[in-house]
């Protein structure tokens, strides 16, 4: 296993250039406590961008015309000013499934948001399907938020009402996720150390409690052939599950402290986590193996003061959608993004609070969430993919390590198509 710490020389790296900002209000007397940003998400078709912008508010915007915007006004744009405003959706719900901005009052301080979009090919898995309070169709686009007491609410996002109302966690939804395939399968992360699993499409019905973790769970994700659940929590955990018979599958030991984010690659072969212990790791999830570690602290610390306290506590972490870049969010104000392949950061942006990041549907964009409300928008390292990567990530979008491994092929040609450590 290689350890990739930053390099010390910051004129080698490269700085991101920035996009823009959505900087929250903020009022004169407004509590500090709650305005955080806890979870930033783009819908799947990138037709939105959604954020909580603290108390109870979340904000969702057309993600093309805020684009726009930060071109015609530069990059700033403070989210409640008039003349910035994006057009409203109509109270007649006219021109429906074109993208509106809505401002959303949660009811609750919101600690996620997960966008879910319908395939209707695609049947419930309950076994009583004769009548449903909602028949969803193909152009169905769905934002769930997580709430500080437990409950998850099921927004339209074109018209922003309330579909839904999830009731059975006992503490704070810290996460939630949509199975990629359109299901509408939705499962939940939780402090009272439990993921749930939803079925939207049969009114939101809970189908499986997931027990394991002894702690908080902070995150989960879907791999993209929706067949694997990574969940992580407090007490180094990473969990493997089997989400066709909602069975453990293995459990990922590495970590020196608490794990708090996570995320698959397109292709499904990799998995980064981000850790508290300061370092983000890239497993092989059919094997269990670490592949690489890329470090916040340098020298790397110990497994004792990596399982304390220290300003280098990693927040988040995302894979792009090229499979080649992922991006990290520490306590030091920094955000890096990192190739798979190298031993160091090829880009770098400045950030303070900062407790979120996700990649844009296109992966051109990299949004970050800070603790006053706000978001941050940088360019993305953008790189022609070697001719390994592209064949590579071809074959694992539809073969695990072991069926790779057991193909019959030279083995130059089978190291040519592995990820290895």
Known sequence: MASFPPRVNEKEIVRSRTIGELLAPAAPFDKKCGRENWTVAFAPDGSYFAWSQGHRTVKLVPWSQCLKN???????????SSSLRLPRQNSDGTQKNKPREHII?????????AFGSSVPEKQSRC??????????????????????NGRIKIWDAYTGKLLLNLVDHTEVVRDLTFAPDGSLILVSASRDKTLRVWDLK???????????????????????????????????????????????????????????????????????TASYDTRVYIWDP????????????????????????????????????????????????????????????????????????????????????????????????????????????????????????????????????????
């Open 286 to 421: 059919h094997t269990g193996d670490i592949l690489m570690e890329f470090g916040h602290l340098f020298p790397p610390p110990t497994p004792i003061f990596a399982g304390g306290a220290n300003d280098r506590w990693v927040r988040s972490v995302s894979f792009s959608h090229d499979g080649l870049h992922i991006a990290s969010l520490a306590d030091d104000k920094m955000v890096r993004f990192w190739r798979i392949d190298e031993d160091y950061p090829v880009q770098v942006a400045s950030l303070s609070n900062g407790l979120c990041c996700a990649f844009s549907t296109d992966g051109s964009v990299l949004a970050a969430g800070t603790h006053d409300g706000s978001v941050y928008f940088w360019a993305t390292p953008r790189q022609i993919p070697s001719l390994q990567h592209l064949c590579r990530m071809s074959i694992r979008r539809v073969m695990p390590t072991q069926e790779v491994q057991e193909l019959p092929i030279p083995s130059k040609v089978l190291e040519f198509l592995s990820y290895r450590i």
């Open 105 to 113: 009052d949660c009811g609750d301080i919101v600690w996620s948001l």
């Open 202 to 272: 049969d009114d939101g019905n809970m189908m499986k409690v997931l027990r394991g973790h002894q702690n908080w769970v902070y995150s989960c994700a879907f791999s993209p052939d929706s067949s694997m659940l990574c969940s992580v929590g407090a007490s180094k955990a990473v969990f493997l599950w089997n989400m066709d018979k909602y069975t453990m599958i293995r459990k990922l030991e590495g970590h020196h402290h608490d794990v708090v984010a996570c995320d698959f690659s397109p292709d499904g072969a990799l998995l980064a």
């Open 127 to 148: 076994v009583n399907i004769e009548w449903h309070r909602f028949k969803f169709g193909q152009d169905q686009l769905l934002l769930a938020t997580g709430l500080n």
């Open 70 to 80: 930060f071109l015609l006004h530069g990059t700033k744009n403070i989210t409640n």
